[in-house]
Structures are given as C-alpha cells and as structure tokens.
C-alpha cells in the first residue's frame, strides 16, 4: 500500500500579472469532454430554481460537412 503526501503548492503574483484566464482555458482544455460537459451541468443547475428547467432554446444547432 502507498502513501499519498500532499504538496503545499503557493502561487504569488500581483493580481494584474497572475493571467488567470490563460491558466483556467488550459486547465479545462486539458479535462476530457465529458467532464467539461458535466461542470458546466453542475454550474447551470446552480442557478436555476428548484424544479426549473434549462432553457434550450437558444441553443443553435449547426450541421458539421462532412
């Protein structure tokens, strides 16, 4: 059996230099479909009130050519 240690890891920067944006896009481009998918689930569902639906309305399908 292996023992796991954990890392204290701390990042300081001024605010203005930390290039959070960068650092968040490859985070979640580095995460598989289906956990994107299902984070951006969980987020939506946050916002909606209990028994509420999403709306899909505004969802534009495109046809990819093959």
């Not at 605010?15 to 289906?34: C, G, I, S, T």
């Not at 998918?37 to 909606?48: E, F, G, K, P």
Request: aromatic share 4%; proline share 2%.
């Amino acid at each position: 059996m292996q023992v796991r240690k954990i890392a204290l890891v701390v990042r300081k920067v001024m605010l203005k230099e930390a290039n959070d944006e960068e650092r968040d896009l490859q985070y979640w481009l580095n995460k598989p479909v289906k956990e994107r998918a299902a984070a951006v689930t969980y987020l939506i569902a946050q916002s909606l009130a209990k028994g509420q639906r999403m709306d899909k309305t505004v969802v534009v399908k495109k046809n990819l050519k093959s």
